[in-house]
């Protein structure tokens, strides 16, 4: 009896031990996520390589400054007299930018989401030409995303694990440097590579996301200094510091990844990682003003690339705290977070005017890919429909300006579609640089075009993949396909840029043209580099964190 007794009592131990573990299993998640982060070393001073004392005799090729926001959707800036909560939060900086220079009214992102667009930043090409179709990320991330359905969801994910044996040796290790195997070719030639051969120092500051293969990091791409982080994602401030204010998604397993996988740490050239001093816009912020006032005797091309505002959502308290009138917790936090952006632009501004570079360097602005429907706020990208992830105008529509004073007419707009994949050509021609001949460039030169040196549209045809979900923008038309649905939407943008009416059904013939052009693209690339893990449901008029309905609009896409 006793020992009857006593097995009973160990069963009903193991089962609520085995009950306590499945409802704390993020939290033990977590923990060993946080026992597997890298040692980061304390804080220490970046010195950065000085210019010369005084500037050479001449005349000096223009400096390029060219920053890249993350995640930042079409009305995230007051520019276009939208904004955060309404305009509540002004964006007087980056639309200074546009209203100084041009505004490229259809500016297009290279992808609609991080690391296959700062590949066509990086190259002038589209990534698929090379094989980088796919956002690098951690298998235990793919997975997370793709078996974890939203709650009520009718549409759920899928992720693929007979795919895992196909990815590429040491990039599955339960290691966080284990995803930067997945990296572009160090056969690809990046515009620091050009410019350096010009005669520019070469500065890249925060996020990376190209991967960290040899020949693949930064350093070995042309940059002659590198400080920030190779993979997707950092802390902007560690998660109790008594500064910050957070906000987490619980319905979004990526939200629920990142807090405990993410480090705060950076590195320089390949150093050790270690914290950086303060919330990570702001430092990155002070480390490119010292940038810009080391090299303010030579040329230099900066590439700032700070990951605000992607999530983690995190913000100072005093950006925070300067927004009461936002009422809603994930939309202050945000908007703090916009505004910190926007603060910290307007002092790399300034920088370069207090050192008397501004008439002489190029600015361009853009962010990397539409808004994100996972942080759950429904305006980012309005007016358009779709978020990151899709190719709707919501995922790709991009804020996209140039400032050039003296070259660039201050006010101009140029309607023409422009890309991502443009930004290579355009640093290259104002540095006086020559673009390779030995590939195949998909980018042009947009000055001249904005001049009116160069008549006609700089692409009659643009192109988007990611796996089975593809997209073509010829002249007007545009037409998105998504296989796994086997589904397909047909617009015409000049009557209905917005996308609100699907002529597909109406124009099959238009469809079949365009589907044609697909497919004769499709032959110039190559297969990606590592399979697709995960296939999910983005839908499109509605943001993470409400409701699915049937009947309502979504793409499925890969990753």
Request: charged share 20%; glycine share 10%; net charge neutral.
């Amino acid at each position: 009896m006793k020992k009857r007794i006593w097995l009973g009592a160990t069963a009903l131990v193991i089962a609520a031990g085995v009950g306590v573990a499945a409802m704390n299993k993020p939290a033990i998640l977590g923990m060993i996520a946080h026992a597997r982060l890298p040692h980061i070393e304390p804080n220490h001073p970046v010195t950065w390589a000085q210019g010369p004392a005084v500037p050479a005799p001449g005349e000096r090729p223009p400096n390029v400054v060219f920053i890249l926001a993350d995640d930042m959707g079409f009305n995230d800036i007051t520019f276009n007299g939208g904004g955060v909560a309404g305009g509540v939060v002004p964006t007087p900086n980056i639309d200074s930018i546009g209203h100084d220079g041009v505004d490229f009214t259809n500016g297009y992102a290279g992808n609609a989401t991080c690391a296959p667009s700062r590949a066509a930043i990086m190259t002038g090409r589209y990534p698929t030409r090379f094989g980088f179709e796919f956002t690098p990320a951690p298998v235990a991330f793919e997975k997370m995303v793709g078996t974890a359905a939203e709650p009520g969801a009718i549409v759920a994910p899928k992720f693929f694990h007979d795919r895992v044996k196909d990815m590429p040796a040491g990039s599955t290790a339960p290691s966080p440097t284990a995803v930067n195997t997945l990296s572009v070719p160090a056969s690809e030639l990046t515009i620091a590579e050009v410019l350096k051969a010009r005669g520019y120092h070469t500065i890249h500051l925060g996020k990376w996301h190209l991967g960290g293969a040899e020949g693949s990091r930064p350093e070995a791409q042309g940059f002659d200094e590198s400080l920030g982080f190779i993979a997707g994602g950092s802390m902007y401030l560690p998660e109790k510091a008594p500064d910050v204010v957070n906000s987490k998604q619980p319905w979004d397993p990526i939200d629920r990844f990142l807090w405990p996988n993410l480090p705060y740490q950076v590195q320089y050239n390949g150093s050790a990682m270690f914290a950086p001093k303060g919330y990570m816009t702001d430092y990155l912020t002070d480390e490119a003003v010292a940038s810009i006032k080391a090299n303010k005797n030579r040329p230099f091309f900066m590439y700032y690339a700070p990951n605000a505002i992607h999530t983690p959502l995190q913000a100072t308290k005093a950006d925070y705290d300067a927004l009461p009138q936002i009422k809603d917790h994930r939309l202050r936090v945000y908007g703090a977070m916009v505004r910190n952006l926007d603060r910290n632009v307007g002092r790399v501004l300034q920088t370069l005017k207090d050192e008397g570079l501004a008439d002489n360097t190029l600015v361009i602005f853009t962010s990397d890919n539409g808004g994100a429907g996972y942080i759950g706020l429904p305006e980012v990208n309005r007016p358009y429909r779709g978020f990151k992830s899709t190719f709707f105008e919501g995922g790709i529509h991009a804020p996209f300006f140039m400032r050039w004073p003296g070259k660039i007419q201050p006010g101009s707009r140029y309607a023409a579609p422009v890309s991502h994949i443009d930004i290579f050509a355009t640093a290259a021609g104002a540095a006086g640089a020559a673009v390779p001949m030995d590939r195949v460039i998909d980018g042009v030169d947009l000055v001249p075009y904005v001049q009116g040196k160069a008549t006609g549209r700089p692409h009659q045809t643009l192109f988007w993949r990611s796996g089975q979900y593809e997209t073509v923008l010829d002249g007007a038309w545009k037409l998105q396909v998504n296989g796994a649905r086997d589904k397909v939407w047909l617009y015409d943008l000049a009557a209905d840029p917005t996308e609100q009416h699907d002529l597909s059904k109406a124009k099959p013939d238009k469809v079949a043209a365009l589907k044609a052009m697909i497919k004769a693209q499709d032959a110039q690339t190559k297969a990606p580099m590592w399979p697709s893990l995960l296939q999910g449901p983005v839908f499109i008029d509605h943001p993470s964190g409400r409701p699915q309905k049937a009947g309502e609009e979504y793409i499925l896409w890969d990753n």
